[in-house]
């Protein structure tokens, strides 16, 4: 059949090469065609919504469904689990057998809480379970280089079949290998087959055994005991380090039980001396009642005087509710729940003065800050990598030598005898250091960084002569502040006092009274906090002096 052709209109000679239409479809009129063009769009255009409608519907529907399922979960628990105080009453005591297992001082001294808070506080438990972890890790790590590891194995297989005759073997191997001071490594291997074959009854059977010793001995790169041994000392620093922290730490969290403790026995001191606060602006309120109903007074003196009265009241409200909350947060500090019921020891802490110089001082720091300690052994951790990363620099030139023996193939184990000449070989090894970019980058990384680390440990030692020079001028402020508040105190009561009896005599109004009176306690208040803030500030120079000593319990000494 010839090809179709199409005919372009107005030039009948010019012939396309392109594929005319089928017979029927070129003998239909042109807007047919056009209008069966525009319904083959539309149809496919429907075919491909209907399609996406139909994914999404599905999609909505798995994702509802999901969706139900888990509110219904929710609207479950909400429906059932539920407990409402206003119905079901209180809730069972929680922890009960953990306080059952306490001896829960009552009332608790301090040394009693820094002991509590050494057992149970969750956060020393983790610390001190990191440093036991620390030093198993190390203990795997000089096993490694100190000792020698050992290592076996032990395979049976059997092969059958109808096209393979029966068999089975058993492989015994035994190896270690030893770590030599010089870098080298000794490594001895031993190896013992049992082959069965035919019907399995051992009637084909041969044994055969092997053994082995070879040294591997580096010559340069690697060689030398602190290079091979530089993964162990490491290792031994890093948990010295460890340990200096858990020691610093166990220094930081002893402080922090001693200034929670003193700070909820100095809000509780304060709480009492607000409510007699409340005792005074009571009497003072009734006394410009008196007053005013003798005629000496005015109404005036007696809204003040009640309005002090009710903001004392308030004042008890907050205290008493901050002190609730302050208690059952420094239960938790001790790893107490917070249904534990005690009372803590009405003791504040003595005055005691610390006869130090600030040349002594900063001298006694610099020399026994386990930090600083810290700081100036990782200078020199970083002066070891320099070392290790020139020997890097170095070809790889090493010396291997090789022993091995072997049996022949025997029927039994008894019958199995060792050649009396084994093989023997020696040789060396020598790399060709083409490229040693990457070694090149690794020296000058460990470079800046020892330059780093130097004047790292400059800015320490400079904050930590800012540091004690701080804390002991911080140190004298407290003491000086104290003394000048025992004189305020007693300032503030002769005050009151004085305001008291010109109000009697009408002297004086009832503000002054009332006004001489929370001046009184806020006195007190601020005493308080003045002696917690001398003894916290005298721990903590002790402790940034490296003369705070805390032993397992927990317990302080100087």
Request: aromatic residues 8%; proline residues 4%.
């Given at each position: 059949?010839?090809?179709?052709?199409?005919?372009?209109?107005?030039?009948?000679?010019?012939?396309?090469?392109?594929?005319?239409?089928?017979?029927?479809?070129?003998?239909?009129?042109?807007?047919?065609?056009?209008?069966?063009?525009?319904?083959?769009?539309?149809?496919?255009?429907?075919?491909?919504?209907?399609?996406?409608?139909?994914?999404?519907?599905?999609?909505?529907?798995?994702?509802?469904?999901?969706?139900?399922?888990?509110?219904?979960?929710?609207?479950?628990?909400?429906?059932?689990?539920?407990?409402?105080?206003?119905?079901?009453?209180?809730?069972?005591?929680?922890d009960a057998e953990l306080l059952a297992a306490i001896d829960?001082?009552?009332?608790?001294?301090?040394?009693?809480?820094?002991?509590?808070?050494?057992?149970?506080?969750?956060?020393?438990?983790?610390?001190?379970?990191?440093?036991?972890?620390?030093?198993?890790?190390?203990?795997?790590?000089?096993?490694?280089?100190?000792?020698?590891?050992?290592?076996?194995?032990?395979?049976?297989?059997?092969?059958?079949?109808?096209?393979?005759?029966?068999?089975?073997?058993?492989?015994?191997?035994?190896?270690?290998?030893?770590?030599?001071?010089?870098?080298?490594?000794?490594?001895?291997?031993?190896?013992?087959?049992?082959?069965?074959?035919?019907?399995?009854?051992?009637?084909?059977?041969?044994?055969a055994g092997s053994s082995s010793i070879s040294l591997t001995?580096?010559?340069?790169?690697?060689?030398?005991?602190?290079?091979?041994?530089?993964?162990?000392?490491?290792?031994?620093?890093?948990?010295?380090?460890?340990?200096?922290?858990?020691?610093?730490?166990?220094?930081?969290?002893?402080?922090?039980?001693?200034?929670?403790?003193?700070?909820?026995?100095?809000?509780?001191?304060?709480?009492?001396?607000?409510?007699?606060?409340?005792?005074?602006?009571?009497?003072?309120?009734?006394?410009?009642?008196?007053?005013?109903?003798?005629?000496?007074?005015?109404?005036?003196?007696?809204?003040?005087?009640?309005?002090?009265?009710?903001?004392?009241?308030?004042?008890?409200?907050?205290?008493?509710?901050?002190?609730?909350?302050?208690?059952?947060?420094?239960?938790?500090?001790?790893?107490?729940?917070?249904?534990?019921?005690?009372?803590?020891?009405?003791?504040?802490?003595?005055?005691?003065?610390?006869?130090?110089?600030?040349?002594?001082?900063?001298?006694?720091?610099?020399?026994?800050?386990?930090?600083?300690?810290?700081?100036?052994?990782?200078?020199?951790?970083?002066?070891?990598?320099?070392?290790?990363?020139?020997?890097?620099?170095?070809?790889?030139?090493?010396?291997?030598?090789?022993?091995?023996?072997?049996?022949?193939?025997?029927?039994?184990?008894?019958?199995?005898?060792?050649?009396?000449?084994?093989?023997?070989?020696?040789?060396?090894?020598?790399?060709?250091?083409?490229?040693?970019?990457?070694?090149?980058?690794?020296?000058?990384?460990?470079?800046?960084?020892?330059?780093?680390?130097?004047?790292?440990?400059?800015?320490?030692?400079?904050?930590?002569?800012?540091?004690?020079?701080?804390?002991?001028?911080?140190?004298?402020?407290?003491?000086?502040?104290?003394?000048?508040?025992?004189?305020?105190?007693?300032?503030?009561?002769?005050?009151?006092?004085?305001?008291?009896?010109?109000?009697?005599?009408?002297?004086?109004?009832?503000?002054?009274?009332?006004?001489?009176?929370?001046?009184?306690?806020?006195?007190?208040?601020?005493?308080?906090?003045?002696?917690?803030?001398?003894?916290?500030?005298?721990?903590?120079?002790?402790?940034?002096?490296?003369?705070?000593?805390?032993?397992?319990?927990?317990?302080?000494?100087?």
């Open positions: 059949m010839p090809p179709l052709v199409s005919v372009r209109r107005g030039n009948p000679k010019e012939a396309s090469t392109t594929p005319a239409l089928a017979p029927s479809l070129r003998r239909t009129p042109p807007f047919l065609r056009r209008l069966f063009a525009v319904g083959l769009f539309v149809g496919l255009t429907a075919l491909l919504s209907g399609c996406a409608a139909y994914a999404r519907g599905n999609t909505d529907r798995e994702g509802s469904g999901i969706q139900e399922q888990k509110t219904g979960e929710v609207e479950q628990f909400r429906r059932d689990g539920l407990i409402d105080p206003r119905v079901d009453g209180p809730p069972p005591p929680t829960l001082p009552d009332p608790m001294s301090l040394d009693d809480a820094i002991r509590m808070a050494t057992e149970q506080n969750r956060d020393y438990k983790a610390r001190r379970e990191a440093l036991f972890l620390s030093a198993l890790d190390l203990g795997v790590t000089r096993r490694d280089f100190l000792r020698p590891v050992f290592d076996g194995s032990i395979g049976w297989e059997f092969t059958d079949g109808s096209s393979l005759q029966y068999s089975d073997v058993t492989s015994l191997s035994v190896g270690g290998s030893y770590r030599l001071f010089t870098g080298g490594t000794v490594r001895l291997n031993s190896g013992l087959s049992v082959d069965n074959a035919g019907d399995g009854a051992g009637k084909d059977q041969f044994t001995q580096p010559l340069l790169q690697g060689a030398g005991h602190d290079i091979a041994f530089e993964g162990l000392t490491q290792a031994e620093r890093s948990l010295l380090y460890d340990a200096r922290n858990f020691e610093l730490f166990r220094q930081d969290f002893v402080i922090g039980i001693i200034d929670d403790y003193y700070a909820l026995l100095s809000q509780k001191q304060q709480l009492v001396n607000t409510r007699q606060n409340i005792d005074r602006q009571t009497f003072a309120f009734d006394q410009a009642k008196a007053l005013f109903r003798l005629g000496r007074g005015d109404s005036l003196s007696v809204f003040r005087a009640e309005q002090s009265l009710l903001q004392a009241q308030n004042q008890v409200l907050n205290d008493d509710q901050a002190y609730s909350v302050a208690f059952d947060r420094f239960k938790i500090q001790l790893g107490l729940p917070t249904a534990a019921d005690f009372d803590i020891e009405d003791s504040f802490p003595e005055l005691i003065e610390l006869a130090i110089d600030l040349e002594g001082a900063v001298a006694a720091a610099l020399n026994n800050r386990l930090d600083l300690r810290t700081d100036r052994d990782q200078v020199e951790d970083r002066r070891r990598r320099v070392t290790i990363a020139k020997n890097d620099l170095l070809p790889s030139f090493d010396l291997n030598a090789t022993y091995s023996t072997s049996t022949d193939a025997e029927t039994s184990l008894i019958g199995l005898d060792f050649h009396e000449e084994g093989v023997a070989s020696i040789g060396v090894a020598l790399e060709i250091p083409f490229d040693r970019k990457s070694q090149r980058a690794n020296l000058r990384s460990a470079e800046i960084s020892l330059l780093q680390s130097e004047r790292n440990l400059n800015q320490r030692e400079d904050e930590v002569i800012l540091e004690v020079r701080s804390s002991l001028g911080t140190l004298r402020q407290r003491r000086s502040q104290i003394e000048i508040g025992k004189r305020e105190i007693t300032s503030f009561e002769l005050s009151w006092e004085k305001a008291s009896l010109e109000f009697e005599s009408g002297l004086a109004t009832n503000r002054d009274v009332t006004e001489a009176a929370d001046e009184l306690t806020d006195a007190k208040n601020q005493q308080l906090d003045r002696i917690v803030d001398h003894e916290i500030a005298r721990l903590t120079l002790l402790r940034q002096l490296g003369l705070l000593f805390v032993d397992p319990s927990g317990m302080v000494s100087e």
